[in-house]
Nanobody, 124 residues
Framework: QVQLVESGGGLVQAGGSLRLSCVASGDTFSINGMAWYRQAPGNQRELVAEINSGGNTQYADSVKGRFIISRDIAKNTMDLQMNSLKPEDTAVYYC??????????????????WGQGTQVTVSP
């Protein structure tokens, strides 16, 4: 199993910056890709940014040029640097990891793990 814990959220003024961190524990060696999602009240949870084991990244159009996702596999951490924050960035931000559960003979299943979320509030 893999457990995830987010931190770094808070209240900031528009135009400011925050850095979110996600720490993985458990069977961290089995993690493939990781991602940041966010969910505002009344909205669907949306993908913000993702990064695979090779370091390739993808971003939602709404955050391109402002957010940077990074990952330190050795330290089992993933960060999201958020710059030029806007009120519409206000949401609960979640860390997600997909990982392999391997069985005898090399067969495996793919599982997802989610953190508890960290609140980001951007005031006008």
């Amino acid at each position: 199993q893999v457990q995830l814990v987010e931190s770094g959220g808070g209240l900031v003024q528009a135009g400011g910056s925050l850095r979110l961190s996600c720490v993985a524990s458990g069977d961290t060696f089995s993690i493939n890709g990781m991602a940041w999602y966010r969910q505002a009240p009344g909205n669907q949870r949306e993908l913000v940014a993702e990064i695979n084991s090779g370091g390739n990244t993808q971003y939602a159009d709404s955050v391109k040029g402002r957010f940077i996702i990074s990952r330190d596999i050795a330290k089992n951490t993933m960060d999201l640097q958020m710059n030029s924050l806007k009120p519409e960035d206000t949401a609960v931000y979640y860390c997600k990891a997909d990982y392999r559960v391997t069985f005898y003979g090399g067969t495996y299943t793919l599982e997802d793990s989610w953190g508890q979320g960290t609140q980001v509030t951007v005031s006008p």
